[in-house]
């Protein structure tokens, strides 16, 4: 059993800043890729970042310069670090692991942090 934990989301006004972390516990033989997603009401989930085991990270193009996502391998951790936030930021926040458990690599995802940019 494996599970993705979210935290810091809330409520920010516009400018603003927020950290997003996201714990993996369980059953956990290695994690490759972690990454952040998004779904705001009425649309899609979208990929926000990714991050490598390595440290190689991909960024949707209309978030480069604003949002930086890192890790902490000892901790099977993955952060998103939100700066000059937007009313367009507004979203549930889903962090996202590439894990082996048991001998199977899945995709697991978190329950979703909401993240809301008002002023």
């Known amino acids: 059993q494996v599970q993705l934990v979210e935290s810091g989301g809330g409520l920010v006004q516009p400018g603003g800043s927020l950290r997003l972390s996201c714990a993996a516990s369980?059953?956990?033989?290695?994690?490759?890729?972690m990454g952040w997603y998004r779904q705001a009401p009425g649309k899609e989930r979208e990929l926000v970042a990714r991050i490598t085991s390595s440290g190689s990270t991909y960024y949707a193009d209309s978030l480069k310069g604003r949002f930086t996502i890192s890790r902490d391998n000892a901790k099977n951790t993955v952060y998103l670090q939100m700066n000059s936030l937007k009313p367009e930021d507004t979203a549930v926040y889903y962090c996202?692991?590439?894990?082996?458990?048991?001998?199977?690599?899945?995709?697991?995802w978190g329950q979703g942090t909401q993240v809301t940019v008002s002023s």
């Open positions: 996202m692991g590439r894990i082996i458990s048991d001998s199977v690599y899945s995709d697991y």
């Open positions: 369980g059953s956990i033989f290695s994690i490759n890729t």
